[in-house]
């Protein structure tokens, strides 16, 4: 599992004030083939914490640990689809909330010491991975917003604390865009070629339907495509309804993407929102898109970090790692999540 460093995120200009850098990745299944590439990630984003999602291989995870100097706090859901933290702060305690009346998977919550000379004297991390559920459309998002419930209940219990929540919300957040048909073009493209019967789509193409080309130039319809990373392919069947031939229908362009958008429930995001959160990213991007996901085709944004308001008065720099720049083709073979990045000034504010 040696990683050879690709390029390292930079480290803010020299100062004596301590800060902290925190990261949420969603690893895909557990990593699969990809460990080399997420090892190298995650050396390269170099946060104090990282919460990872999907973690079900503990044997992997505790060696990448290890090689990157992290203790490694598992946490096992009622599902495979566990949770981790890798944590170079030193941790003070933890829990791993895993009621299934409640979570569907699970919610770490860990303290953490923060660096020396830090106003704050603790600091607490609420890691989730929402239900997803997708092919239930809107029906699922109750089910999200009861569960983040749930996670400001147990932060509840320390209202004088500074604490994040973040993971992998399967959720779109209140004025967020998504670029569906550009995801959808791609997925088409891949049908066409053969190369998705393989990775879960839901049969050939209609007769009807398989001489249209809404979507594409003859140029781009009919290039080679080359064979799908493994990324791609562990992501794709667990999204058969989103290749469905009759997708074929749908033209592309801004319009379609707003209709569809404005079909997307919101209140998951927004109920963190109401609660008093502040949304690291779009609070320091607020036009941005943001996307986190899939990476090989960014489309919409479902990844966050959530901080309480005195914590996020410190926030400094919020980031989608790898959608630009020497690690966007790492991020792309690593998962089909980019990772989300933000760092925090933890030395006396005004100063």
């Keep these: 599992m040696g990683a050879t460093l690709v390029g390292r995120i930079p480290s803010p200009e020299p100062t004596t004030s301590p800060t902290?850098?925190?990261a949420t990745y969603n690893i895909l299944l557990g990593g699969g083939g990809r460990w080399s590439e997420i090892t190298q990630l995650l050396q390269a984003i170099d946060a104090d914490v990282v919460a990872l999602q999907e973690a079900e291989d503990r044997a992997a995870v505790e060696r990448v640990g290890e090689q990157l100097g992290y203790q490694v706090l598992f946490g096992m859901a009622p599902t495979?689809?566990?949770q981790a933290v890798l944590s170079r702060l030193p941790v003070t305690s933890w829990t791993n909330h895993r009621d299934p009346a409640i979570f569907l998977r699970n919610s770490l919550e860990v303290w953490v010491e923060p660096p020396p000379k830090s106003q704050l004297t603790q600091l607490c991390l609420h890691t989730v991975h929402l239900t997803a559920a997708f092919h239930r459309r809107g029906r699922a998002e109750p089910e999200r917003v009861r569960e983040?419930?749930?996670?400001?209940a147990h932060a509840a219990r320390h209202p004088e604390a500074a604490h994040l929540v973040l993971g992998d919300f399967n959720a779109v957040a209140p004025g967020d865009r998504v670029r569906a048909t550009d995801f959808f073009a791609q997925i088409n493209q891949w049908r066409r070629?053969?190369?998705?019967?393989?990775?879960?789509?839901l049969g050939?193409?209609?007769p009807g339907l398989a001489h249209l080309h809404w979507w594409q130039d003859a140029e781009t319809r009919d290039s080679i495509v080359e064979e799908l990373p493994e990324a791609v392919r562990s992501g794709l069947p667990r999204l058969p309804w989103l290749v469905h031939p009759l997708l074929e229908?749908?033209?592309?362009?801004?319009?379609t993407d707003a209709v569809l958008g404005a079909l997307l429930p919101r209140a998951a995001v927004r109920s963190m929102v109401q609660a008093?959160?502040?949304?690291?990213?779009?609070?320091?991007?607020p036009r941005a898109g943001g996307f986190t996901c899939p990476s090989y085709q960014p489309a919409v944004r479902i990844d966050y970090i959530f901080a309480t308001k005195g914590l996020a008065q410190r926030l400094t720099r919020c980031e989608v790692v790898g959608r630009s720049g020497e690690l966007a083709a790492l991020a792309r073979r690593a998962s089909d999540h980019f990772p989300l990045m933000a760092e925090f000034d933890l030395g006396a504010l005004g100063s």
């Design 20 to 22: 902290v850098r925190v």
């Design 276 to 285: 008093g959160y502040t949304d690291c990213l779009r609070t320091l991007h």
């Design 193 to 201: 070629s053969g190369v998705l019967q393989e990775a879960g789509a």
């Design 204 to 206: 050939p193409v209609p």
């Design 148 to 152: 983040l419930a749930a996670v400001r």
């Design 249 to 255: 229908l749908l033209p592309r362009g801004d319009a």
């Design 80 to 82: 495979p689809r566990h």
